[in-house]
């Protein structure tokens, strides 16, 4: 019996082909160099935590995979495709592309239900009743299908970020980006999202996920990525990463996040 459940551990999850490929990322702004020589693969199936001390370029690195940021030399892929300059590629690429911001970033004169059948309709040429359904399933999902009607500010902290999971997913994302979901959550409401994160996992899905949630990293973190000063410093599965880090900067980084 055990055998066949769907686990959320990363262990015992396969892993596929390179899906979203960042080679020699390099970006400033102005003067100041947020990212340097970036290269980050990760593949299908995959989840990547990126951990590390603030300012040291997280946002930033999401930003540019989904193209909310320019960069200035090297190149990202997405499944085997160059990010575009800009127009309908661009659009149909972001599209593969969610992101879940840490600041609830819904639209707020729109409701729940709303917010999660507006890109299908819009940007996927879904029919509204199709959108519709789609939505429901989504919404039920993460567990918040009985606020479907409501604006986003009659929600919860958790229960904002849950429906801004479901609309990110109503596009039929490839990977999905999470930057900070809990980061401004009441602490009670945090393992509402990382629960959905963890199912989300576990079903496969592709996720680079910016988070210090220990718990969330080593229950379905393939892998670490630690950055500090526009690097990538270090990268090792979970475990390792929490309990042997071989840099004396994620050392000096872990010791002062595990104190308070
Ligand atoms: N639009 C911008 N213009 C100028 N500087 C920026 C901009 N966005 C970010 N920065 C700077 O780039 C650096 C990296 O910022 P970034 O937001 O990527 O860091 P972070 O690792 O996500 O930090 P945090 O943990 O605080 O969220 C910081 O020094 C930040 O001040
Ligand atoms: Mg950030």
Known sequence: MAETQVKPDAASRPIGEPLV??????????????????????????????????????????????????????????DGTRLPEEGRALARLRADVGMVFQSFNLFAHKSVLENVTLGPTKVKGLSRAAARTKANALLERVGVANQADKLPAQLSGGQQQRVAIARALAMDPQVMLFDEPTSALDPEMINEVLDVMVSLAAEGMTMIVVTHEMGFARKAAHRVVFMDGGQIVEESDPETFFTAPSSERARDFLSKILTH
């Open 21 to 78: 490929v960042l080679e020699h990322v390099d970006k400033h702004f102005g003067s100041l160099h947020v990212l340097k020589d970036i290269n980050l693969t990760v593949r299908r199936g995959e989840v990547v935590v990126v951990i590390g001390p603030s300012g040291s370029g997280k946002s930033t690195l999401c930003r540019t995979i989904n193209r909310l940021e320019t960069i200035d030399s090297g190149t990202i892929a997405i």
